[in-house]
């Protein structure tokens, strides 16, 4: 926790069993991670909360720490321009609520880029509430182009007000493709 080390990792066994060994005593983050599953910090509360820090005591033998594991959600679709056209390498996010600072904030949860057909997938997500936003930049890709070529960054369902925009409830191990929507102009 003190960020002094790079830290270390371990495969669990077949049965889900891990262990380290040789650990310095010292105040650690402990993080469980699995391909189709929502990443889960040590002592966490529900699936939007920090975990806790786990503090080792010298000649402490930590045993039995479970993590349970929730399945991953994922946000499939599209991005069109007001034409009905697809917008190829938009920039698509899914921004959740946590709490930072003792302050609910509402920040990038995860990204994924359109492809030629203006599809996209978000995965990886935990259970939970998010807006979609997104952005086309066709400088990110190439040359520089004029002032006002491109589009201004919009929310689902195809605004570019956040107020206005409409949430998306995602359930664990879910896999929801919203209505159409498009990305503003400019």
Do not use: W
């Amino acid at each position: 926790a003190e960020g002094q080390d790079a830290g270390q990792a371990v495969m669990t066994d077949a049965s889900g069993r891990f262990e380290f060994r040789g650990i310095e005593p010292g105040r650690y983050h402990l993080i469980a991670t699995r391909n189709g599953f929502v990443r889960q910090p040590y002592g966490q509360k529900g699936p939007q909360s920090a975990g806790a820090i786990l503090t080792l005591a010298p000649g402490q033998d930590l045993r039995d720490i479970v993590f349970k594991m929730i399945p991953a959600a994922a946000i499939s679709g599209h991005v069109y321009d007001e034409d009905g056209d697809p917008v190829a390498r938009a920039q698509v996010g899914a921004l959740g609520r946590y709490y930072m600072k003792g302050q609910r904030t509402l920040a990038p949860q995860g990204f994924a880029q359109t492809d030629d057909r203006g599809e996209y997938r978000l995965f990886g997500l935990a259970p939970g509430e998010y807006y979609l936003s997104a952005d086309d930049n066709p400088a990110q890709f190439g040359p520089p182009v004029p002032e006002g070529v491109g589009y201004a960054t919009s929310y689902y369902p195809g605004t570019p007000d956040l107020s206005r925009a409409v949430p998306l409830q995602v359930q664990a191990g879910g896999a929801i493709m919203p209505e159409r929507g498009e990305c503003g102009g400019k």
